[in-house]
Structures are given as structure tokens and as C-alpha cells.
T-cell receptor, first 112, second 113 residues
């Protein structure tokens, strides 16, 4: 699976949109981009995933560049409860075992 | 939907004893479940892939005789840490695959004294 690069940390203001970048320049055509987050001492929570089109759900929006080499997760109105480590993962659905490989993620702190 | 539970949420045991952790998919069937381990301030590391009705597939460096995995039904996988030692103290997290997505349990914190 392709490797991803994320900033190690970022601060966001409560009520404002939080834009979390992810670089995956070696992504291949059959690899999806997944986003999970992990709140302290809990299991990861699925947020969203996409292949090449932008996606939106009740939690967030995922913007994937046309060349698919990077993406941005957007939390439209950050709240204090969005403080967590956010993981961007690329994965091929056809890879053996459909494994997820977690990198370091971005530690997001939402401030009042 | 897509809820995964784990039991227990935390456990303390003596060195040399065995501990069993259960992972259940509550509202869906999962032919594939995964077990991860997470040490403090580190990311999740995949330990093994659990397939219903067949042997688990272990990642390199994970001892299959120490971490026994059983996936006897489409909603239950168990991880048994045998002869636990203090270095096995960690946060153990399972996930279950539903279609394209893995859904994670809340984790089990193991402390071996």
C-alpha cells in the first residue's frame, strides 16, 4: 500500500472549519483514501473514504486532487470533541487481507 | 450500524497467566476481523488477520503461539494472550470488515503485573 505523509500536529479554532492535509504521491489507481480518527484511549473511528471523487457525509468532506496525489479532510465546524489523532490511509481493496497500515497521523487540537 | 464491541475493556493479570479478549460485530457479520496493538504514544500495529473458519494470518514478528486467535463465528473473534508478561501490557484493538470498510472496537487495555 502507498505511504502517506501528514503534518504531526495542528491546532484549530472551535467553530471554524478544520482542513487536514494528506500527501500520498505514490498512490496507485486501485487504492482508496481512508480517514480515521482516534480519540484518546478509544478505538479508531471511521470517518470517510474515497477513490477519486470528492465525498461528503455527516461527519466530514474529503477532497481528492485530480492527480490523486494528495487529499484534504474537512471538518466543517470543529468542536472540542473533534480533538483527536487523524489518520489518512491509502489501501487497495484487492490487497491480501485488506489490511490497514496506520502511520503517525495528525494530532488535532481544537481550541475554544 | 457497524458497531464492534470488545470485552473486557480493561484487565489486570499476573505474569504467567493467560488472558482472553473478545471482539464482536454486533449488527453485521464479519468474515474477516483484525487485531491491533498500540503502545503508549505510538500508532496502531497490526498483529494478525482473523478469518472465520480458518487459521489466522500473523504479521511478521508476532508469535502465533503466544497470541492465539480464534474466529469461530461470523460475529466473534477472540485473542488469547498466553503466559502474559509485563512487556505484553498494551492497548489491544480489534476491527471487523464490512464491505469496503473496517470498523473498530473500543479497545482493551491490558496490564500485566
Amino acid at each position: 500500500d502507498a505511504k502517506t505523509t501528514q503534518p504531526p500536529s495542528m491546532d484549530c479554532a472551535e467553530g471554524r472549519a478544520a482542513n487536514l492535509p494528506c500527501n500520498h504521491s505514490t498512490i496507485s489507481g486501485n487504492e482508496y483514501v481512508y480517514w480515521y480518527r482516534q480519540i484518546h484511549s478509544q478505538g479508531p473511528q471511521y470517518i470517510i473514504h474515497g477513490l477519486k471523487n470528492n465525498e461528503t457525509n455527516e461527519m466530514a468532506s474529503l477532497i481528492i486532487t485530480e492527480d490523486r496525489k494528495s487529499s484534504t479532510l474537512i471538518l466543517p465546524h470543529a468542536t472540542l470533541r473533534d480533538t483527536a489523532v487523524y489518520y489518512c490511509i491509502v489501501r487497495s481493496l484487492w490487497a491480501a487481507g485488506n489490511k490497514l497500515t496506520f502511520g503517525g497521523g495528525t494530532r488535532v487540537l481544537v481550541k475554544p | 450500524g457497524a458497531v464492534v464491541s470488545q470485552h473486557p475493556s480493561r484487565v489486570i493479570c499476573k505474569s504467567g497467566t493467560s488472558v482472553k479478549i473478545e471482539c464482536r460485530s454486533l449488527d453485521f457479520q464479519a468474515t474477516t476481523m483484525f487485531w491491533y496493538r498500540q503502545f503508549p504514544k505510538q500508532s496502531l500495529m497490526l498483529m494478525a488477520t482473523s478469518n472465520e473458519g480458518s487459521k489466522a494470518t500473523y504479521e511478521q514478528g508476532v508469535e502465533k503461539d503466544k497470541f492465539l486467535i480464534n474466529h469461530a463465528s461470523l460475529t466473534l473473534s477472540t485473542l488469547t494472550v498466553t503466559s502474559a508478561h509485563p512487556e505484553d501490557s498494551s492497548f489491544y484493538i480489534c476491527s471487523a470488515r464490512l464491505e469496503e470498510t473496517q470498523y473498530f472496537g473500543p479497545g482493551t487495555r491490558l496490564l500485566v503485573l
